[in-house]
């Protein structure tokens, strides 16, 4: 009698733990495949940018550094997106950043390959080349927004302050020299060691930067003022993520 009992306890068990493993596989394999189905493997068409508003861009750059600040990236398969996009991009907006390697432009605002136009050069200042550079992105490429993002704790602009000459550097900077003069109001020390000014004078060099585009560049000014594009200036803090937009 009791032989029979422990038969029936031991299959008992054996059946409940096949069942358990059975829902844990199950699961897991769910699991693994909602994970599959969130990664991006999608590229910007022609027929998406289309659709797309200067203004709807602007708010998905806002929430895009809110996921990057959080660590909420979305994933992508970038490999998948190169193979993608090789046959032809229509990009949603173009970015003109620093040259900084402190600040990935598509991972700030979690954009993937083909979203974005990236220009940088040291210290985010406008010149003949990217301006028309910026033209190609927005009237020919059909871009919709032109951010301008200057950052803290920029070297080009503290070397625009302390008037470095070296080399071409010198020409690079006096571009950025407009901004140093801009900022002569500024009630503190006007020194590059002097944080508060240099971010100061970051953010007067893309308040500069945004006047230039407007001034120098017929066709951006015309798309702005028929609402086509929008042109944003922006701050970026290294230290925490996060972005404070220009007025």
């Known amino acids: 009698m009791n032989l029979k009992i422990n038969t029936i306890v031991v299959m008992t068990a054996t059946v409940l733990f096949s069942c358990n493993q059975g829902t844990k596989t199950e699961t897991t394999t769910s699991t693994k495949t909602e994970e599959a189905k969130q990664v991006i493997t999608h590229v910007m068409t022609k027929e ?19 996921r990057f600040q959080s660590g909420k990236s979305i994933p992508r398969d970038l490999s998948e997106q190169a193979r993608k996009s090789a046959v032809g991009q229509f990009p949603k907006a173009v970015v003109l950043s620093c040259l900084d390697s402190r600040v990935p432009v598509e991972d700030v605002f979690d954009q993937g ?15 003949e080349d990217l301006l028309g550079s910026l033209e190609f992105a927005c009237k020919v490429a059909g871009a919709k927004l032109v951010l301008v993002m200057g950052h803290q704790h920029c070297g080009a602009v503290k070397g625009a302050i302390d008037d470095v000459k070296l080399g071409n550097i010198t020409a690079m900077l006096a571009k950025i ?7 002569q109001d500024f009630p503190g020390e006007k020194t590059s060691s002097n944080e508060l000014f240099v ?5 007067n060099n893309v308040k500069y930067a945004l006047q230039q585009i407007r001034a120098k560049s017929p066709i951006l000014k015309e798309m702005e003022d028929k609402g086509e594009i ?18």
Not at 113 to 127: K, T
């Open 230 to 247: 929008k042109i944003v200036g922006a701050f970026y803090r290294l230290t925490d993520g996060t972005l404070e937009f220009v007025k």
């Open 199 to 203: 971010r100061h004078v970051s953010e």
């Open 113 to 127: 390959l083909g979203d974005i136009f990236v220009g940088r050069v040291a210290g985010n200042f406008i010149n």
């Open 177 to 183: 020299k407009p901004a140093v003069n801009m900022s």
């Open 48 to 66: 998406d940018q289309a659709k797309l508003t200067p203004d709807a861009v602007f708010q998905e750059f806002i929430e895009g550094n809110k």
